[in-house]
């Protein structure tokens, strides 16, 4: 699946925050065990148990630590066609329900929109085995290289 290209580097970034060999344990803390299933240019879909260490007091699995993950798949999607990690502008998350710990969710990330600098990635969190929606995230992103004008440019 891991590629030399934009693809490629954003899965093995992703890989290395959800080992902890590139990040802050926070974010080793909140992405450990992420599977990814399948990835393309723009969008990844990644299979992953919460685990207990993430979870609040009443063992639901914590929104902080959902957002984290939102956070990162969102970026590595966005990578992918960018080829770098982009600054986050507007971020924002509805929660439609509650997974517990040890629960098994997919999260989907796609990237929707992009124009010069900035781009839009949205992210669903669903239970694994029936679909329910437990949180969408909408996140766009921006960076001082104008991601279209790298892409020619990289082309000539």
Known sequence: ?????????SLKWLKGLSKGTISHELEALTLEGLQILRAQTGSILCNFIVPGR??????NWHVGAMATLIDDVGAAAIYSVADHVK????FNISFH??????????IEAKVVGEK?????????IRRKRNGELIALGKQ???????SRKASQESKL
């Open 116 to 124: 010069g600098k900035l781009s839009l990635v949205v992210v669903e």
């Open 140 to 146: 766009w992103m921006a960076t001082t290289i104008d």
């Open 54 to 59: 993430a979870s609040d007091s009443d063992g």
């Open 1 to 9: 699946m891991e590629g030399n290209g934009s693809l490629g580097k």
């Open 87 to 90: 600054a986050s502008l507007d």
């Open 97 to 106: 329900t509650m997974a517990k710990i040890h629960e098994e969710v997919e």
